[in-house]
């Protein structure tokens, strides 16, 4: 029987008001495109799990099992993403809109004409040091394009990971499976959104939001897809 411990350079608990909090990783196998997450849930968490748990589910993996992912060959890059792309921001956490592709993709889910209000708006803004004014204007999930680029894994460097679609509902699917209270989470270093949950769970967003806040789950190539919450005072997890 061992211990789970957290990921390199991550902290197992963090302190909310009052109350503390673990924040458990839980390491699978490498998720491709097409698998099942209630399967996913049933493997790795469903036997951890308690109730009172919050589960934390990357949106990466929910939207390979979904299916929310736009191939390179799918894209035909044109002259706009190419200029666009070359005066972007270079995000030290990774390829963002500086990324070409990303930026066709961006274009193709919002159009030529948001993407160039978005860049132009943006631009005006960094001399006084504003961040995300893009991402606010673009919209429709352009701001959780993943992939297209080769940081941790080969395997997503010929796709782009977009936001999964309905994640209120995958959430529910697994609530209604399995029991399992859960969320759909972007987040990386920068910080962190709440993409979708199950309805059951009664914690707002903002405070879902501070129990991740320093990203448990890392950005390197860590294979924690799923965080599993749980108040200390319940805290007597182990894995065989």
Same mark, same amino acid.
């Given at each position: ?7 390199? @350079?991550?902290?197992? #608990? ?35 799990? +308690? ?20 191939? +390179? ?6 002259k706009?993403a ?11 956490? @990774?390829p ?21 209000f ?7 803004? +960094? ?25 941790a ?25 399995? @029991? ?15 993409? @979708? ?6 914690y #707002? ?11 448990p ?20 997890? #182990?894995?065989?």
């Amino acid at each position: 029987m061992e211990d789970i411990k957290p990921n390199e @350079g991550r902290k197992l #608990e963090i302190s909310l008001g009052e109350e503390v909090y673990c924040r458990y990783p839980i390491k699978t196998h490498f998720v491709k495109l097409g698998e099942d997450y209630i399967e996913l849930v049933k493997k790795y968490v469903l036997p951890l799990y +308690k109730e009172g748990d919050i589960l934390s589910m990357s949106e990466k993996v929910i939207s390979l099992c979904q299916g929310d992912v736009i191939l +390179k060959d799918d894209l035909k890059v044109g002259k706009l993403a190419k200029v666009l792309s070359g005066y972007a921001y270079k995000n030290p956490a @990774g390829p963002a809109m500086d990324n070409v592709y990303k930026m066709q993709a961006a274009i193709k889910i919002a159009g030529p004409i948001r993407i160039l209000f978005a860049s132009f708006l943006s631009a005006l803004s +960094k001399p006084f040091g504003v961040r995300g004014v893009f991402y606010k204007v673009a919209g429709k999930g352009v701001r959780n394009i993943d992939g297209f680029c080769v940081v941790a894994y080969d395997y997503y460097e010929d796709k782009g990971i977009l936001a999964p679609s309905n994640p209120d509902n995958a959430c529910q699917n697994i609530k209604d499976q399995l @029991g399992v209270d859960c969320m759909v989470v972007d987040a990386n270093d920068l910080g962190v959104q709440i993409l @979708g949950k199950n309805k059951e769970i009664g914690y #707002e967003n903002y405070m879902l939001s501070k129990m991740i806040g320093d990203n448990p789950a890392g950005q390197e190539g860590e294979q924690t897809p799923f965080i599993l919450i749980r108040k200390k005072e319940q805290d007597n997890i #182990e894995v065989v």
